[in-house]
């Protein structure tokens, strides 16, 4: 099932959110998103989620010559690391959407014409494409504020879950 181009996600942090959200099920299941194959063997631990649901992530490597432009927007760019540069150029190169939580990230790659979204995006479009409901996107939402290890501001949740309840009631299941 096809959300909307490729996603690529960048970093475990989107990976943990879905996962303590009791989300990361679903989203592995779309048919277009994708894990760096860096991000997936170096960064990717038991305290990122249920290994068994990661593990199920498909994977994209980069290429040689992707491989060789790090150098040369690391010369130019000393706030990203080389992991950041390899998923901005993958996404990049493949018209993909990048999926992260790295400010310096995000703004870099919007600066450079990639798409980026965040967790709450990925929630907001499962809702959207009818491949979760409204409720299951609302308890995801309360799960993530009341774990510690979240990162997204409470601010951001309740004002994410303030227009999830401002939506139609169409998606209600």
Do not use: W
């Not at 181009?5 to 303590?20: A, E, G, M």
């Not at 993909?96 to 980026?116: C, P, Q, S, Y």
């Not at 959207?128 to 308890?139: G, M, P, Q, Y």
């Amino acid at each position: 099932m096809n959300i909307t181009k490729k996603i690529i996600i960048t970093d475990t942090n989107i990976i943990t959110d879905l996962s303590n959200a009791d989300i990361l099920n679903v989203f592995v299941s779309l048919d277009n998103v994708y894990v760096s194959d860096m991000v997936k063997r170096d960064e990717i631990k038991a305290s990122t989620g249920d290994l068994s649901i990661i593990e199920q992530f498909q994977t994209i490597p980069a290429s040689p010559k992707q491989i060789s432009e790090i150098i040369k927007i690391s010369e130019k760019n000393h706030e990203l690391s080389s992991c950041d540069i390899i998923n901005y150029v993958l996404a990049r190169d493949n018209s993909a959407i990048l999926a992260t939580g790295d400010r310096k990230l995000k703004e870099f790659a919007e600066a450079n014409n990639v798409e980026v979204i965040r967790t709450l995006k990925i929630i907001d479009l499962l809702v959207e494409k009818d491949i979760i409901s409204k409720n299951v996107a609302l308890h995801s939402c309360n799960k993530l504020k009341n774990n510690a290890k979240t990162r997204i501001p409470s601010n951001e949740i309740n004002d994410f879950i303030k227009s999830l309840n401002d939506k139609k009631k169409t998606n209600l299941r």
